[in-house]
């Protein structure tokens, strides 16, 4: 499993803690994989359990113990892992990232088929609100408002919504506010969903809702540019996943647009405001204080150095590529290979 870069000890102590809860918890909740049909109940428990830093269902069940409660946590915690990890499924695809590698293994398509890695993303989905709708029945007001977390920052307008624009974005010149509607609701929507359904469990009030939901926001930004940023400098053996994606995609990231240190600053910054609300709310607060720490620097010992300037280079190639091949001028007049996306680039 990919770990953060080297932590506090305590910090770590705990994270690998709630790590091996929420692991014991998805054998726990999912299927067997011998369920009929046995090859869809595979490729959804192949998925799920490739490893992964669990971020999500980490930051909800630290979230439902910042005060004390009588509610478990757990089966939020797998829902808002599958319904991510559904999300990984269909991303990796080859109509969306076609990509090889994820979590260090073959990709869940790659390991089945496309159809079957379809139908178990699906599976994956309905699973977690099944999940929710079971486990805390008992508690019809809070299932409501779990429901309501994980299907609000899953939809059309907010994750999707933010694939979808990415999507469609992909080779063209992005302003600042249209790479933060992305990121917003591509990554950061669904790492809020994770603390505010955590945080429901502890009866919190409006205030302290608004304060955990500023958080979250914060957090996904700051997790967010950092992926972008490992993207581009990081090795994919070191990311366990195929790294210079978004330069092959001719994508606009924060690296690309604000520069390396440019996009450290932003990722502070977001940092900054997430302890802040953190700060604000007491309690048992000090691990996810610490946690949105160790996200800002995490993987800083992958960087390469030598390849500080690839996000910026690789990008402007693959746009005057494809700039030339609209003017029906070949790049090769230009510079011998003009192919796109080559790991040595």
């Known amino acids: 499993m990919p770990q953060l870069r080297t932590v506090q000890p305590a910090l770590k102590e705990k994270l690998t803690a709630f790590q091996k809860e929420i692991e014991r918890a998805i054998d726990q909740y999912m299927p067997t994989g011998d369920t009929r049909p046995v090859r869809l109940h595979a490729a959804m428990r192949y998925a799920v359990m490739a490893g992964g830093k669990r971020i999500r269902p980490v930051l909800l069940l630290a979230a439902s113990r910042i005060f004390p409660t009588k509610i478990d946590a757990k089966a939020a915690a797998v829902a808002i892992e599958c319904l991510h990890t559904y999300t990984l499924i269909h991303d990796d695809m080859p109509c969306l990232d076609d990509s090889d590698l994820r979590r260090g293994k073959p990709t869940c398509h790659k390991v089945y088929d496309e159809a079957t890695a379809l139908l178990a993303g699906d599976a ?25 977390d994980l299907a609000t920052a899953s939809g059309s307008r907010r994750l999707i919504g933010g694939q979808m624009e990415d999507v469609e974005r992909a080779g063209q010149d992005l302003h600042a506010d249209t790479l933060s509607f992305i990121h917003e609701n591509k990554t950061a929507a669904l790492l809020t969903a994770a603390l505010s359904m955590g945080f429901r469990m502890t009866q919190p009030t409006a205030e302290q809702m608004k304060r955990i939901e500023q958080a979250g926001y914060h957090l996904g930004m700051t997790f967010q540019i950092v992926d972008d940023i490992l993207d581009a400098t990081a090795s994919a053996e070191s990311m366990g996943k195929p790294t210079g994606a978004d330069a092959d995609a001719c994508k606009t990231t924060y690296p690309a647009l604000y520069g390396l240190d440019g996009a450290r600053k932003e990722a502070s910054k977001h940092t900054a405001a997430a302890i802040e609300h953190l700060e604000a709310l007491g309690g048992d607060n ?16 992958k960087a390469r150095a030598p390849d500080i300037l690839r996000p910026h280079l690789k990008f402007i190639k693959t746009r005057l590529t494809l700039k030339l091949q609209k003017a029906y001028i070949q790049p090769s007049q230009f510079w011998p290979d003009s192919s796109v996306g080559r790991a040595e680039d």
């Open 286 to 301: 000090d691990f996810l204080i610490g946690l949105a720490q160790e996200l800002e620097q995490r993987g800083s010992e």
């Open 124 to 148: 994956l989905l309905t699973l977690a609100f099944e999940l929710i709708s079971k486990e805390y029945h008992n508690e019809p007001a809070l299932a409501n408002a779990l429901i309501a």
